[in-house]
């Protein structure tokens, strides 16, 4: 008999023991309903929605209706509906982010050709971390939507820390519809009192939007605040061929130097990633023409 009334409350332990980890997690998974809820919103014809689940999902297309427990959406397959706990993210792109039928998610690497500036600046709060030919690392961010501030150090190999390079890059820029201004500097130097400051002021025009666009700029180099007497020219552009691969040139045209240095090549990316591969080739050199593999790559946060 003891033994009995032993199983028995041991049993109504278990019991209450589930039931109250169950109106403990309850409550928290019935708050996912208001807060994706209020996220949701038939768009207009001017969007389209790209919609994920839980489970692993993605469509695209428009919610149509948004009852109590699910959302009717609209895609190529018809309209289904799907239960508001089952969806985990939803984003709202423009509709000329969708080409037959595929997201062209948007050019996480705009404000650069291969190494010289866009006029296009960083959206405020977002930034990008890049790395130009292994050795030449550097961190941008977007102060506002108009400024733009960058800058990194070298990291050649066997070189202790004084006397790797250092490089400051601020850029200020003005959007309008498809024309883009912007000015700029970088400076670089080694640190020390005695060594000197070397560095460019430039200013650049981008015509285009960020997928499909031309760069021309024009800039003085300058040693310890003494500029060229002649400037420099850049002239480069770059071109969306599919949904990852873009084909990017960047050229300069040098004072004093009579042939220019041309560069072609291709950009391959994700939403937040991008590899560059490129040729640069200074027409001329030595009476030949050499040829430079150029890589780089950029993370976007």
Known sequence: MMYRMKFLLDGLKVCCGITVIFLCLAPLHAMDTPHIKGTLRIPDSLHVQILKTSDGSTFIGRITEIKEYVVVFESDIGEIDIAILKIKEITEVPVTYMKEGAYWFPNPNDTRLFFAPTARNLKAGSGY???????????????????????????????????QLFYFTPKVGFEMQK???????????????????????????????????????????????????????????????????????????????????????????????????????????????????????????
């Open 129 to 163: 971390f890049a790395d130009y030919m292994l050795f030449f690392p550097m961190v941008a961010y977007g102060v506002t939507d108009n400024i733009t501030i960058a800058g990194g150090m070298s990291l050649i190999p066997g070189l202790a820390i004084p006397d």
């Open 179 to 301: 024309v883009s201004l912007a000015t700029g500097i970088l400076m670089a130097g080694l640190p020390g009192e005695d060594e000197p400051l070397i560095g460019i002021l430039y200013g650049v025009t981008t015509l285009g939007n960020a997928d499909n666009n031309a760069t021309a700029g024009v800039g003085y180099g300058f040693v310890d605040w003494d500029f060229a007497d002649k400037p420099f020219l850049i002239l480069g552009g770059q071109y969306r061929m599919t949904r990852r691969v873009s084909l990017v040139s960047e050229n300069w045209i040098l004072p004093g130097v009579d042939e220019p240095i041309l560069s072609g090549g291709f950009r391959f990316f994700g939403e937040a990633l991008s590899v560059d591969l490129a040729l640069v080739i200074p027409v001329g050199v030595g009476g030949e023409w050499p040829v430079i593999p150029y890589i780089d790559f950029v993370v976007k946060f």
